[in-house]
């Protein structure tokens, strides 16, 4: 497996993202693009992206509108598949193994890299049946192993105690955080490695937020967590990284404090000062 040892900060300009710090650590590279590139039709919508991602890290994808963020999450888990016209070139390995192999099943990517999309989204289904969900499509049947399952994943997101007497209940009568977090411990249910989340508390009150905010922060310590946020304030709270997207190309990637006190480039500078975006 690769490992990422982080020595001394080094130029991350022109697309040569490398993270640093000035303590000798190391840690384990889960995901690993090279040379990506995404084209939606004639649209060249990703440029060259090489960008690893740390076992066990936050990290935070940030840019303005239309700069490639929410594409490049979905291509993570090959979502992005789904567009018509997409073509691709380049290498995205998950632990090691290139993605677009032709004999990774996307089925069995999706399982090891879950998502939680930007609008909660539960099924019209109970609370248990939601989580219970991907357990029952990997053939588990067995109610007593279900039970533990939803009831693991439930306390894993952090509101197994808000809805343990309502697990017959609709998911929709739930608030729109709860929601989420239901959301969340859906996929927490199918035991992924990585968890990609797209805008996840775009649509939430403050008070929901830092509670998605508070799991984030719980969840790295069993997960490798990558989450694309518009909030800056959120990107400089939440992650140990952080990735700066411009029309489609990584200006910057690097420690988020780094980020926020001396970024390199003057574009990110501009951006997360609120120049632009």
């Not at 004999?103 to 019209?124: A, D, H, I, S, W």
Request: charged share 25%.
């Amino acid at each position: 497996m690769c490992a990422l040892t982080i020595t001394a900060r080094k130029s991350t300009k022109a697309n040569a993202p490398l993270a640093s710090d000035t303590e000798n650590t190391e840690k384990n590279i889960v995901m690993n693009t090279r040379a990506l590139n995404l084209w939606y039709g004639e649209n060249h919508a990703l440029k060259n992206i090489n960008l690893p991602m740390l076992e066990n890290d936050v990290t935070a994808i940030i840019g303005p509108s239309g700069c490639g963020k929410s594409t490049y999450i979905k291509t993570l888990n090959r979502m992005v598949e789904l567009v018509p016209n997409v073509r691709i070139s380049g290498e995205i390995l998950y632990r090691d193994r290139n993605i677009f192999d032709k004999t990774y099943l996307v089925e069995e990517l999706r399982t090891r890299v879950g998502m939680v999309f930007q609008k909660p989204n539960p099924f019209p289904k109970s609370i248990f049946d939601n989580v219970a969900y991907g357990p029952k499509i990997h053939g588990i049947r067995d109610k007593k192993i279900l039970k533990e399952i939803v009831e693991k994943s439930l306390r894993g997101a952090a509101i197994w105690e808000e809805v343990k007497d309502r697990l017959n209940e609709n998911a929709y009568g739930l608030s729109g955080g709860q929601q989420q977090r239901l959301c969340i411990a859906r996929c927490l249910a199918i035991e992924p490695d990585v968890i990609l989340m797209d805008e996840p508390t775009s649509a939430l009150d403050p008070k929901s937020t830092l509670k998605v905010e508070e799991l984030i922060q719980e969840l790295k310590e069993k997960y490798s967590i990558i989450i694309v946020t518009h909030n800056m304030q959120q990107a400089a709270r939440i992650s140990d990284k952080t990735a700066f997207f411009l029309n489609g190309e990584v200006i910057e990637y690097d420690n988020t404090d780094l980020i926020f006190s001396t970024p390199n480039d003057k574009r990110t500078e501009d951006y997360i000062t609120g120049r632009f975006g």
